[in-house]
């Protein structure tokens, strides 16, 4: 290596060094912007009408999936797209949050209604085949999905005014009456 060249290299790299040092972003702490960013969102399933048929509607979530958050969805409703899409709901709307309790192969849903009136009318729609099975099936559904191989998943919903002793209680299970539901493609596979 030439003279000139022993002393130029480490000159370049200390200009180099220099220059990269100083481009002109100034030099920040700790900001602080909320929670971390997990970059991926659930799917969960929910079951909603569409011609009076069960159809299966896969739907994205940013919370971790399990039974609690799959009922909380079904109870939502379609969203503005699913509307669009012909799907409904004959969920009735609970005066609190559903109480969700799981135990292996067993799931129990607590409904609670603040008046007679609100019971009895949720009562009509519940004891519809059809409305039934859109809970019956995403609890299952959601179930299954938390413990795959878990088998048939039976699932228990029980309604009542006020907190009280239920006064109305129905029983169902993730066998024939959800394999046969039909299904909405994915949001990524629709065509747009």
């Given at each position: 290596m030439r003279p000139a060249h022993r002393v130029a290299r480490p000159a370049l790299l200390v200009a180099a060094a220099l220059l990269l040092?100083?481009?002109?972003?100034?030099?920040?702490g700790v900001v602080d912007s909320g929670e971390p960013a997990t970059g991926i969102r659930s799917t969960i399933t929910v079951y909603f009408?569409?011609?009076?048929?069960?159809t299966a509607v896969p739907r994205k979530v940013a919370r971790r999936t399990d039974v609690e958050a799959a009922v909380a969805a079904v109870f939502d409703g379609?969203?503005?797209?699913?509307?669009?899409?012909?799907?409904?709901?004959?969920l009735p709307a609970p005066a609190n949050d559903p109480t969700v309790r799981t135990e292996g192969a067993r799931v129990r849903i607590e409904l609670d209604f603040a008046t007679r009136p609100q019971f009895s009318a949720a009562l009509k729609l519940l004891s519809r085949r059809?409305?039934?099975?859109?809970?019956?099936c995403t609890a299952a559904g959601a179930r299954q999905a938390?413990?795959?191989?878990?088998?048939?998943?039976?699932?228990t919903v029980t309604a009542s005014v006020g907190g009280a002793e239920p006064r109305w209680s129905a029983d169902g299970d993730s066998g024939t009456r959800c394999s046969h539901a039909g299904r909405i493609p994915d949001a990524a596979s629709r065509p747009g």
């Open positions: 040092c100083a481009c002109g972003i100034p030099t920040t009408l569409k011609n009076r048929v069960l379609p969203d503005s797209s699913e509307r669009l899409e012909g799907l409904t709901t004959g059809f409305s039934l099975s859109q809970l019956v938390e413990e795959p191989g878990i088998g048939t998943v039976s699932v």
